[in-house]
Protein backbone atom coordinates (compact mmCIF):
# COMPACT_ATOMS: atom_id res chain seq x y z
CA UNK A 1 0.00 0.00 0.00
CA UNK A 2 1.34 3.29 -0.92
CA UNK A 3 1.98 6.64 1.38
CA UNK A 4 -1.22 8.54 2.58
CA UNK A 5 -1.39 11.47 1.24
CA UNK A 6 -1.89 12.66 4.38
CA UNK A 7 1.94 12.23 5.47
CA UNK A 8 3.24 13.82 2.18
CA UNK A 9 1.55 17.28 3.35
CA UNK A 10 3.71 17.14 6.55
CA UNK A 11 6.43 17.28 4.16
CA UNK A 12 5.33 20.61 3.07
CA UNK A 13 5.77 22.11 6.77
CA UNK A 14 9.02 22.80 6.44
CA UNK A 15 10.53 25.08 4.02
CA UNK A 16 12.70 24.33 1.01
CA UNK A 17 13.83 27.28 -0.67
CA UNK A 18 14.73 30.55 1.48
CA UNK A 19 11.87 32.76 2.54
CA UNK A 20 10.95 35.75 0.94
CA UNK A 21 10.06 38.60 2.45
CA UNK A 22 6.13 37.55 2.24
CA UNK A 23 6.87 34.33 3.60
CA UNK A 24 7.99 36.06 6.32
CA UNK A 25 5.37 38.19 6.94
CA UNK A 26 3.30 36.04 7.13
CA UNK A 27 5.30 33.99 9.93
CA UNK A 28 4.70 36.78 11.84
CA UNK A 29 1.39 36.30 14.16
CA UNK A 30 -0.01 38.14 16.88
CA UNK A 31 1.32 36.63 20.19
CA UNK A 32 -1.64 36.58 21.96
CA UNK A 33 -3.63 34.51 18.87
CA UNK A 34 -0.37 31.69 19.46
CA UNK A 35 -1.18 31.68 22.91
CA UNK A 36 -5.04 31.41 22.52
CA UNK A 37 -4.84 28.37 19.84
CA UNK A 38 -2.08 26.79 21.99
CA UNK A 39 -4.52 27.04 24.88
CA UNK A 40 -6.67 24.92 22.39
CA UNK A 41 -4.33 22.06 22.43
CA UNK A 42 -4.26 22.02 25.82
CA UNK A 43 -7.54 22.24 26.69
CA UNK A 44 -8.63 19.51 29.03
CA UNK A 45 -11.58 17.15 27.89
CA UNK A 46 -14.66 18.24 28.74
CA UNK A 47 -17.30 16.13 29.68
CA UNK A 48 -19.28 14.21 26.95
CA UNK A 49 -23.03 15.65 26.65
CA UNK A 50 -26.16 13.53 27.02
CA UNK A 51 -27.50 12.52 24.02
CA UNK A 52 -30.34 14.81 23.08
CA UNK A 53 -31.64 12.97 19.80
CA UNK A 54 -30.62 13.51 16.53
CA UNK A 55 -29.59 16.91 16.85
CA UNK A 56 -27.63 16.48 20.03
CA UNK A 57 -24.37 16.18 20.13
CA UNK A 58 -24.81 12.55 22.22
CA UNK A 59 -21.79 10.48 24.44
CA UNK A 60 -20.10 8.72 21.45
CA UNK A 61 -17.77 5.87 22.52
CA UNK A 62 -15.20 4.77 20.32
CA UNK A 63 -17.48 2.00 19.03
CA UNK A 64 -19.05 4.76 17.61
CA UNK A 65 -16.38 5.96 15.49
CA UNK A 66 -15.74 2.19 14.35
CA UNK A 67 -19.09 2.93 12.80
CA UNK A 68 -17.86 5.55 11.03
CA UNK A 69 -14.72 3.92 9.89
CA UNK A 70 -16.45 0.88 8.43
CA UNK A 71 -20.09 1.50 8.18
CA UNK A 72 -22.62 -0.41 10.22
CA UNK A 73 -23.68 -2.59 7.92
CA UNK A 74 -20.30 -4.23 8.12
CA UNK A 75 -20.96 -4.65 11.66
CA UNK A 76 -24.32 -6.87 10.84
CA UNK A 77 -24.84 -8.09 7.54
CA UNK A 78 -23.89 -7.20 4.08
CA UNK A 79 -26.21 -7.73 1.04
CA UNK A 80 -24.50 -8.93 -1.98
CA UNK A 81 -24.38 -5.79 -3.54
CA UNK A 82 -23.15 -4.42 -0.60
CA UNK A 83 -20.16 -7.15 -0.56
CA UNK A 84 -19.63 -6.43 -4.37
CA UNK A 85 -19.18 -2.82 -4.05
CA UNK A 86 -16.70 -3.78 -1.27
CA UNK A 87 -14.82 -6.24 -3.31
CA UNK A 88 -14.66 -3.16 -6.25
CA UNK A 89 -13.14 -0.73 -3.87
CA UNK A 90 -10.52 -2.83 -2.90
CA UNK A 91 -9.88 -3.80 -6.22
CA UNK A 92 -9.75 -0.11 -7.09
CA UNK A 93 -7.61 0.16 -4.08
CA UNK A 94 -5.14 -1.89 -5.07
CA UNK A 95 -4.55 -0.72 -8.59
CA UNK A 96 -4.32 3.03 -7.49
CA UNK A 97 -1.65 2.07 -4.86
CA UNK A 98 0.21 -0.37 -7.35
CA UNK A 99 0.30 2.65 -9.81
CA UNK A 100 1.67 5.30 -7.13
CA UNK A 101 4.25 3.02 -5.98
CA UNK A 102 5.67 2.32 -9.58
CA UNK A 103 5.42 6.19 -9.96
CA UNK A 104 7.25 6.43 -6.99
CA UNK A 105 9.91 3.70 -7.41
CA UNK A 106 9.98 5.55 -11.33
CA UNK A 107 10.75 9.09 -9.78
CA UNK A 108 13.62 7.49 -7.39
CA UNK A 109 15.02 5.75 -10.26
CA UNK A 110 14.90 8.39 -13.38
CA UNK A 111 13.85 11.58 -11.92
CA UNK A 112 10.14 13.02 -12.66
CA UNK A 113 11.00 13.82 -15.93
CA UNK A 114 12.80 10.76 -17.02
CA UNK A 115 9.66 8.41 -17.59
CA UNK A 116 6.52 8.67 -19.33
CA UNK A 117 2.61 8.14 -18.62
CA UNK A 118 3.29 5.21 -21.25
CA UNK A 119 5.93 3.77 -19.13
CA UNK A 120 4.54 4.41 -15.89
CA UNK A 121 0.99 2.79 -17.43
CA UNK A 122 3.36 -0.60 -18.39
CA UNK A 123 5.50 -0.94 -14.78
CA UNK A 124 1.47 -0.56 -13.08
CA UNK A 125 0.30 -3.18 -15.82
CA UNK A 126 -2.14 -1.16 -16.84
CA UNK A 127 -3.72 0.28 -20.35
CA UNK A 128 -3.02 4.37 -20.91
CA UNK A 129 -6.91 4.99 -20.28
CA UNK A 130 -6.73 3.03 -17.04
CA UNK A 131 -4.03 5.20 -15.67
CA UNK A 132 -5.31 8.09 -16.53
CA UNK A 133 -9.00 7.27 -15.00
CA UNK A 134 -7.17 7.30 -12.19
CA UNK A 135 -4.37 9.83 -12.17
CA UNK A 136 -3.76 12.51 -14.91
CA UNK A 137 -0.22 13.25 -14.18
CA UNK A 138 2.46 12.24 -12.98
CA UNK A 139 2.97 14.21 -10.05
CA UNK A 140 -1.35 13.20 -8.92
CA UNK A 141 0.35 9.41 -9.58
CA UNK A 142 3.51 9.67 -7.19
CA UNK A 143 1.67 11.71 -4.90
CA UNK A 144 -1.52 9.59 -4.67
CA UNK A 145 -5.16 11.03 -3.96
CA UNK A 146 -5.86 13.19 -1.66
CA UNK A 147 -7.32 11.71 2.00
CA UNK A 148 -11.15 12.27 2.18
CA UNK A 149 -13.05 12.40 5.65
CA UNK A 150 -16.59 10.65 5.07
CA UNK A 151 -19.45 13.48 4.98
CA UNK A 152 -20.92 11.69 8.35
CA UNK A 153 -18.05 12.23 10.24
CA UNK A 154 -17.94 15.78 8.92
CA UNK A 155 -21.28 16.69 10.55
CA UNK A 156 -20.50 15.05 13.63
CA UNK A 157 -17.70 17.47 14.37
CA UNK A 158 -19.55 20.48 12.68
CA UNK A 159 -22.40 19.77 15.50
CA UNK A 160 -19.54 19.20 18.34
CA UNK A 161 -18.90 15.86 18.50
CA UNK A 162 -18.21 13.21 19.29
CA UNK A 163 -16.68 14.10 22.22
CA UNK A 164 -17.26 17.30 22.84
CA UNK A 165 -13.79 18.54 23.51
CA UNK A 166 -12.22 20.42 19.91
CA UNK A 167 -8.29 18.99 20.03
CA UNK A 168 -9.82 15.47 21.12
CA UNK A 169 -12.61 15.61 18.16
CA UNK A 170 -9.98 17.11 15.87
CA UNK A 171 -8.10 13.86 16.86
CA UNK A 172 -10.85 11.55 15.53
CA UNK A 173 -10.96 13.02 11.82
CA UNK A 174 -7.01 12.34 11.69
CA UNK A 175 -7.95 9.28 12.93
CA UNK A 176 -10.51 8.44 10.25
CA UNK A 177 -7.57 9.53 7.88
CA UNK A 178 -5.18 7.17 9.23
CA UNK A 179 -8.02 4.32 9.80
CA UNK A 180 -6.92 2.28 6.84
CA UNK A 181 -2.94 2.65 6.48
CA UNK A 182 -0.31 0.58 5.88
CA UNK A 183 2.58 2.31 5.92
CA UNK A 184 6.13 0.61 5.18
CA UNK A 185 9.75 2.16 5.94
CA UNK A 186 11.25 1.66 2.48
CA UNK A 187 8.28 3.85 1.44
CA UNK A 188 8.60 6.29 3.87
CA UNK A 189 12.58 6.53 2.94
CA UNK A 190 11.73 6.44 -0.70
CA UNK A 191 9.35 9.40 -0.97
CA UNK A 192 11.59 11.32 1.51
CA UNK A 193 14.32 11.43 -0.72
CA UNK A 194 12.23 11.86 -3.64
CA UNK A 195 10.27 15.00 -2.25
CA UNK A 196 13.99 16.56 -1.24
CA UNK A 197 15.52 16.09 -4.72
CA UNK A 198 12.57 17.36 -6.71
CA UNK A 199 11.05 20.44 -6.31
CA UNK A 200 7.93 20.18 -8.33
CA UNK A 201 6.75 17.25 -5.75
CA UNK A 202 7.51 19.12 -3.08
CA UNK A 203 5.23 22.49 -4.48
CA UNK A 204 2.77 20.32 -5.09
CA UNK A 205 2.66 18.88 -1.64
CA UNK A 206 2.80 21.93 -0.19
CA UNK A 207 -0.60 23.36 -2.40
CA UNK A 208 -2.01 19.87 -1.21
CA UNK A 209 -1.41 20.96 2.36
CA UNK A 210 -2.62 24.20 2.04
CA UNK A 211 -5.43 22.49 0.25
CA UNK A 212 -6.73 20.31 2.85
CA UNK A 213 -5.85 22.52 5.95
CA UNK A 214 -8.23 25.13 4.83
CA UNK A 215 -10.77 22.15 4.69
CA UNK A 216 -10.41 21.48 7.59
CA UNK A 217 -9.95 24.93 9.12
CA UNK A 218 -13.58 25.35 7.44
CA UNK A 219 -14.94 23.07 9.57
CA UNK A 220 -13.69 24.16 13.17
CA UNK A 221 -15.10 27.43 12.17
CA UNK A 222 -18.15 26.08 11.39
CA UNK A 223 -18.59 23.84 14.55
CA UNK A 224 -16.85 27.35 16.53
CA UNK A 225 -17.77 30.74 14.14
CA UNK A 226 -15.00 32.26 17.10
CA UNK A 227 -12.42 30.55 15.57
CA UNK A 228 -12.17 31.28 11.99
CA UNK A 229 -9.25 32.67 10.28
CA UNK A 230 -5.82 31.80 11.58
CA UNK A 231 -6.05 30.91 15.15
CA UNK A 232 -8.62 28.09 12.85
CA UNK A 233 -5.47 27.40 10.60
CA UNK A 234 -2.47 27.59 13.58
CA UNK A 235 -4.55 25.10 15.61
CA UNK A 236 -4.70 23.04 12.34
CA UNK A 237 -0.81 23.26 11.98
CA UNK A 238 -0.26 22.19 15.80
CA UNK A 239 -1.81 19.15 14.70
CA UNK A 240 0.10 18.57 11.99
CA UNK A 241 3.45 19.40 14.15
CA UNK A 242 2.36 16.39 16.59
CA UNK A 243 1.96 14.39 13.64
CA UNK A 244 4.87 14.56 12.09
CA UNK A 245 6.67 14.07 15.31
CA UNK A 246 4.63 10.91 15.31
CA UNK A 247 5.76 10.06 11.81
CA UNK A 248 9.37 10.91 13.06
CA UNK A 249 8.81 7.65 15.49
CA UNK A 250 7.30 5.39 12.98
CA UNK A 251 10.25 6.08 10.92
CA UNK A 252 12.93 5.77 14.02
CA UNK A 253 11.25 2.03 14.77
CA UNK A 254 8.45 1.97 16.67
CA UNK A 255 6.08 -0.07 15.37
CA UNK A 256 3.03 0.67 16.79
CA UNK A 257 -0.23 1.62 15.13
CA UNK A 258 0.35 5.48 13.23
CA UNK A 259 -2.99 6.24 15.06
CA UNK A 260 -1.98 5.57 17.97
CA UNK A 261 1.46 7.14 18.14
CA UNK A 262 -0.68 10.49 16.97
CA UNK A 263 -2.42 10.20 20.49
CA UNK A 264 0.56 9.55 22.37
CA UNK A 265 2.41 12.44 20.93
CA UNK A 266 -0.51 14.92 20.72
CA UNK A 267 -1.03 13.77 24.93
CA UNK A 268 2.79 14.98 25.09
CA UNK A 269 1.98 17.81 23.72
CA UNK A 270 -0.84 19.15 25.68
CA UNK A 271 1.26 18.31 28.38
CA UNK A 272 4.06 20.73 28.08
CA UNK A 273 1.63 23.35 26.31
CA UNK A 274 -0.50 23.21 29.85
Same mark, same amino acid.
Given at each position: ???? #??????????? *? *??????? =????? !? @??? @?? &??????? *????????? &???????????? !????????????????????????????? +? +????????? =??????? %????????? %???????????????????????? &???????????????????? #?????? %??????????????????????????????????????? =??? @?????????????????????????????????????????????????????????????????
Amino acid at each position: MTMP #PAWLMVVATAP *T *TPWSGAV =CSRMV !I @EYD @EV &VAAARLV *TAPLSAPAA &VTGKSGQGNVTR !ITILHFLVGSATLHSMSGSAIELSRRDAK +R +RETEDRISD =CAQRLVA %EHGLDGFTM %EDLAAAADVSRRTLFNYFPSKVDA &VLGNLPTIPADVRETFVRGG #PHGALV %EDLAVLARVVLADTDLQREQVDRLQHILTTTPRLAMSVH =CRF @EEVSADIAALVAQRDPGLTGMPARLLVRLLVTVFDSAMAAYVAGDDRPLADLFDEHLAAARRLLA
